[in-house]
């Protein structure tokens, strides 16, 4: 019964968004009535899909297993946290939760915005009509209601082991929440092309939703990311998996357009490419909810293999961006600024930037896509991996990070002075070029990405503690959390570079009793642990471990296999050593025929720091986000 309720709520939800949206049509004539009442039916329209999701949870946690979709993702014996999680853990669940989150930034725009603003009740309506859109997506291809009829089963088919983890309850929900963020500056800036009126201040408006939703963005990715280290057993953060990509992109767009917004607050100038970015970020999300829906590349974050579902996401989609790009196109001649960007302002290095991030966004674009092409050509199966995106995004990175360093200290609107003649720049460059070489000759790796990595990150670094320092000195104001974002950024280059360069790994056959000596330690695997848990058996290594450079101090290790009884799978899972400088990471692999075990002991120089800068960076853009939200 519950779960008919649901249902029916979410259709009545569907329909009041349409309601509004068609009501919206209508308040380009500046009925002031009419502009409340989309703004109410939109609420009711929120209300009811809330009421519908916690209904499905209450199912979940009941396990309801007449429920299809939770017959197939949840089983009896799972603790109520993995009950609940389970409801994103596959296709049509995840859907679910990306339209609730996709209502819930809608009505908080709604609530938010003064119901003075002229534009109020023509972006709810296109919100509204986006979610309408996504909600027959649901109902008609991916429906989360479907029954299991005439007898439910007793037991469910149990959650992925994989996804059996705490970041399941939060990656997820954190990815879909920084995803449809950007639905906010679609939807507000379209609105704006579609009304005309070109004294708008839109950017104020759009500023600090826009900086929230690259916040969620940036912890659902690093979260993925610190998932993907621990548990996969991979030992690595990043794979340029075709779906990591199509996260990377919308995050590269969101980078941009929150610069831009920023440049055109406070010059008027870029309005046209700030806009074209709003419409480009979620664009791009759309086109990651495609990618990972529709199955059209393989991945093991794809959720779908379904050409149906496939066509109406890119249909809906088509829709959507061509209707943006329309009137953006036909307001395009009054859009562009007469305000002219100042060679070496800081607009113009802001712009330079821009330029590169498009660039990326572009070379990731087709990295994915290129071998779709191929084989629709050729008939044959490639695929792109990580020397093509890390031949493209070294020197990229290295060059806006020149750029970014030149902007700190220039003037808005007008040209600086020479580079060099700034004290806190010419200290900052002679203090990285000593470190770098430094570095170069101790770790003698004098390849050109270590030593730009280098001298790149440290150069982001020592420019702004500088500066931070200098303010605090003299008193004078300084944007500090502006600072620590990019000190977060500067971090994350230093990181990645240590990482790239000096991490390496040794596959081992060992058996119990052996000794394996590398880098200053001795590997010694004991024996094994036969462990029996409720939905899984567990095969766990020991192995003692002695650092022999710390007066034989030893730590034991202990890698497992699992094999999960109902779906009968089998996982790895890692044993890691924390030390200041790097993680030692371990895996257990197959046992051989002669009664040898594959052992994978991994060295992972400065991993740790990746995540470390991922909440430096967080912690700045929250700074930020409130000093705009509060201006706003």
């Known amino acids: 019964m519950i779960g008919e309720i649901s ?50 949870v209450w199912l979940a946690i009941q396990s309801d297993f007449s429920i299809k979709y939770i017959a197939q993702h949840s089983n ?33 725009f709604n609530i938010n915005l003064s119901k003075k603003n002229i534009l109020k009740a023509p972006a709810i309506g296109l919100l509204a009509f986006i979610l309408f859109g996504f909600l027959m997506f649901l109902l008609f291809t991916s429906n989360p209601f479907e029954v299991i009829l005439p007898i439910a089963p007793i037991n ?120 074209l970015l709003s419409i480009s970020v979620f664009s791009l999300s759309l086109f990651g909810a495609f990618i990972v829906r529709s199955g059209i590349i393989d991945s093991i974050h794809s959720f779908a293999n379904d050409p149906q579902r496939g066509l109406y996401l890119l249909g809906f989609s088509a829709i959507l961006i061509t209707i943006s790009l329309g009137f953006y196109a036909y307001r395009l001649p009054v859009l562009i600024s007469t305000n002219l960007v100042a060679s070496k302002s ?87 070029t000593l470190i770098t070489l430094y570095l170069v000759s101790l770790f003698n790796d004098f ?45 994350l280059i230093l990181a990645t570079t240590f990482n790239a360069s000096l991490s390496y790994e040794k596959v081992i056959n060992i058996k119990p009793g052996e000794t394996y000596t590398a880098e200053a330690y001795e590997f010694t695997l004991i024996n094994f642990d036969l462990i029996n848990e409720s939905n899984y058996d567990s095969v766990r290594a020991k192995f003692s471990v002695k650092d022999i450079n710390s007066l034989n101090k030893v730590f034991f290790l202990y890698p497992e296999k699992r094999k999960y009884f109902i779906r009968g799978q ?36 400065l991993i740790r720091l990746i995540w470390i800068a991922a909440a430096v960076m967080c912690l700045g853009a929250l700074a930020t986000f409130t000093q705009s939200y509060s201006k706003k």
């Open 7 to 56: 249902h029916f709520f979410t259709i009545i939800a569907s329909c009041l968004f349409l309601l509004s949206f068609i009501f919206s049509t209508r308040t380009y004539q500046s009925n002031h009535n009419i502009e409340i009442l989309v703004s109410r039916v939109f609420s009711y329209g929120f209300y009811f899909i809330l009421i519908s999701f916690l209904l499905y």
């Open 76 to 108: 009896k014996e799972l603790p109520i946290f993995y009950k609940i999680s389970s409801i994103w853990s596959a296709h049509e669940g995840s859907m679910f939760l990306w339209i609730l989150f996709l209502a819930l930034w809608s009505q908080l």
């Open 156 to 275: 469910g088919a149990d959650i992925n082991p994989v996804l059996q983890d705490p970041a399941l309850a939060i990656h997820p929900p954190f990815l879909y929440l920084g995803y449809v963020g950007f639905v906010i500056a679609f939807a507000y800036n379209t609105a704006f092309l579609i009304k005309g009126d070109m004294d708008i201040n839109w950017e104020r408006v759009v500023r600090p939703w826009s900086l929230a939703a690259w916040i969620l963005l940036t912890i659902g990715i690093s979260l993925g990311s610190w998932w993907a280290y621990y548990e996969l057993g991979w030992g690595g953060y990043w794979f340029w998996d075709p779906v990591e990509n199509v996260a990377l992109m919308p995050w590269l767009a969101g980078t941009a357009l929150i610069h831009s917004l920023y440049v055109s607050s406070r010059t008027k100038a870029l309005k046209s490419w700030t806009i």
């Open 346 to 432: 800081k607009e113009a290095f802001l712009s330079i930037n821009n330029i590169i991030f498009a660039t990326l966004i572009f070379a990731v674009f087709l990295g994915v896509m290129y071998p779709l092409i191929f084989d629709f050509m050729y008939g044959e199966r490639i695929s792109v991996g990580p020397p093509y995106y890390n031949t493209i995004f070294a020197p990229l990175t290295f060059l806006a990070s020149i750029f970014l360093v030149f902007s700190v200290g220039s003037l808005w609107k007008r040209s600086s002075q020479l580079f060099f003649i700034n004290s806190a720049l010419s200290a900052s460059i002679l203090l990285s």
């Open 447 to 491: 390849n050109w990405w270590f030593v730009g990595g280098l001298f790149s990150s440290f150069l982001i670094l020592f420019r702004y503690l500088i500066l931070i320092i200098y303010s605090f000195y003299k008193g004078n104001y300084f944007n500090k959390a502006s600072a620590i974002a990019h000190i977060g950024l500067g971090l």
């Open 570 to 605: 089998i996982t790895s899972e890692s044993a890691i050593k924390i030390t200041p400088t790097k993680d030692i990471y371990m895996t257990l692999g197959d046992q051989l025929d002669n009664g040898y075990w594959v052992v994978n002991i991994q060295y992972n120089y």
